[in-house]
DNA sequence: GTATTTCATGTTAGCGCTAACATTGCGGGT
DNA sequence: ACCCGCAATGTTAGCGCTAACATGAAATAC
């Protein structure tokens, strides 16, 4: 009594089939796929000619099981409808393509708890890295990649504890933005804050130290609100604190989303900006530049970390020491009519 | 003589492990994890606390070569930079993760012979279905979809040749923003288009049709760009546009990102909106409503989009019939000021 | 001229899982 | 008492690939 056979996965032609096609054995296909400097020319010729009269499509997965080295990498990421970390996607891309990884994209929502679960879910994968958004996580979420011993980049921030970051200090750009406006004149300084992740927070910090410096700080200025960021929410924030504090001459808002949104509102209520009030955004998203008045905001390299992330951690994948532990790609003020 | 062990994978923990600790035979194990109402309720209980004692993760890669499933889908989109397909990943993203189907993502850059390239590249990872942006693909694209009958849905667009697809007619939207137009009393009205994808170019088609219509079409009032489409670009049209034709009284630009570059380039440029010229842009981005004035445009159901196509391909790749070949999920005009 | 190294290729034995078939035990019909 | 059917669990044999070792021939050394 045979058996049925079993389904055959994908086109069904196999290593197998090819090294018979080409007159040779398996090992030599996967030779000629994986290490072709180690084979014959005239054998590479053969082989390549087999496999392409064939079609052959080897399988990813036979490959990880039998390697133990998925050539994946599992990105982290708190938001897809966030431009922020598309562009930091697009870096990454643009690194793993070229060599031959692939990456899993998981979506957070801003929240650790999910986090956690996603990384466990890919963890099937058996991914060979991980890229992650921000520093803070959820406590086993750390121990999971050392037990594992999972090589990891963080990416968007800066540590000195020995974690590989990649990104610019959250804070140092806050407080720069904040001493902007500080120069030019304004000294009831608001902060408007949505989402309240880690990055928010540490913007707020380093808009609190800008202003402790000079005297300023009135914790009476700072409007937050956990719920997630858009144009419509800047432009009920913007409102919520002129009513509240009629006195405030500026105001820095932890996006670009809030600050184009409060802008707006201001054009629709006749506020003079930046005369009576002068906005700042952060991130520097496309439409700043091109809003009435233009936005004063700051411009972060997300392209930047993504790609350099990604870099870093396909050092570490092969056994490598990063470049540096941390990298801190900076930041750029830009200068624009709202300030 | 002995070899020297492989390296394990992961964690090291396999299902043999996870039996012997539970005192049953591997195949329970599996079966608690993949058809649980098949294990009698103690045994099941026995099992997953073995699971959670060794934390075990089951290794996707063994599963797929065993079963010939991956519980992967294949997305191909045109674009990491456009917040249109970021939405929609984040409505397919909602499905598949509640249905344990984890999604592969492509970026083909707008190069249908990149998106060939792509195709190959992630076959080695036998995706159970792939959803497709657009409804032209490589000759040989079809192909190996059809040879590997690979269940495939295609996204943005309908045609009723049989293929599954779910979007709305971008023609027929393209003749609707236009005939609003029309009936604003304009009658010179212009097209500006960058990036002429098929998408851009069936809008295109739906503009000419709807000019045909009112007897005021003008082929001198297309301008029409290859390069990606961006604020700036759409400023620098504006200029170009009037320059060439100083009566054209509006303008009909294939999306957002150009319609708020022009915009705002008439703001700067003193030119009145919509009284002197009026604009409308397509998808109803988030700016779109925020920026001055308010941009008229089209919003289009892109999540919903996303998140229907994904059930469709769930279901093909179960082997069901779709609800319909063709979802037709409509589109809305949005009046604003800027019209 | 033999010992040694190198190189190109092959053989074998899994990687961790599940499909297919096999076995066991139990309740119910006659 | 017997047989049947069904439910719960087990055994076996791969899925397609590559690590490790083996082999044989050619190149090099002394």
Redesign the pocket.
């Known amino acids: 009594?045979?058996?049925?056979?079993?389904?055959?996965?994908?086109s069904?032609?196999?290593?197998?089939?090819?090294?018979r096609a080409a007159?040779?054995?398996?090992?030599?296909?996967?030779?000629v796929?994986?290490?072709p400097?180690?084979?014959?020319p005239?054998?590479?010729e053969k082989v390549m000619q087999a496999v392409d009269a064939l079609a052959?499509?080897?399988?990813r997965?036979?490959?990880t099981?039998?390697?133990?080295?998925s050539r994946t990498v599992l990105v982290l990421i708190p938001s897809l409808d966030n431009t922020v970390f598309l562009d930091t996607l697009a870096g990454i891309e643009s690194v793993l393509d070229a060599a031959g990884y692939q990456m899993l994209i998981g979506n957070s929502h801003y929240d650790s708890e999910q986090e956690l679960q996603l990384l466990r879910a890919y963890l099937q994968h058996q991914p060979d890295g991980v890229l992650l958004t921000g520093l803070t996580h959820a406590a086993p979420f750390e121990d999971i990649l050392r037990r594992r011993a999972l090589p990891a980049v963080y990416m968007m921030d800066l540590a000195d504890d020995g974690r590989c970051c990649v990104g610019f200090s959250q804070e140092n750009a806050g407080a720069a933005i904040t001493r902007h406006l500080l120069e030019s004149g304004k000294r009831r300084i608001g902060f408007l804050g949505a989402q309240l992740d880690e990055r928010v927070l540490k913007r707020l910090d380093g808009y609190r130290a800008a202003l402790e410096e000079a005297g300023c700080r009135d914790a009476g200025l700072e409007w937050l609100d956990p719920s997630p960021s858009s144009m419509r929410m800047g432009a009920a924030m913007l409102e919520a604190a002129l009513a509240a504090r009629p006195d405030c001459d500026a105001l820095f808002c932890c996006n670009d989303d809030l600050a184009i949104g409060a802008l707006a509102r201001c054009q629709q209520l006749g506020i003079a900006v930046p005369e009576r009030l002068a906005i700042a955004g952060f991130n520097d998203l496309q439409p700043a530049a091109w809003c009435t008045p233009s936005l004063t905001t700051v411009a972060t390299p997300r392209r930047a970390i993504g790609s350099h992330a990604a870099r870093q951690l396909l050092r570490l994948i092969a056994g490598e020491a990063p470049e540096a532990a941390q990298t801190d790609l900076g930041f750029q003020l830009m200068l624009r009519r709202s300030s």
Chains 1, 2 share one sequence.
């Open positions: 009594m045979s058996r049925k056979p079993r389904i055959r996965s994908g069904g032609v196999t290593m197998h089939d090819v090294a007159g040779v054995s398996a090992i030599t296909v996967s030779r796929l994986n290490q400097q180690q084979v014959s005239q054998l590479r052959y499509v080897p399988s997965s036979a490959r099981l039998a390697s133990a080295r």
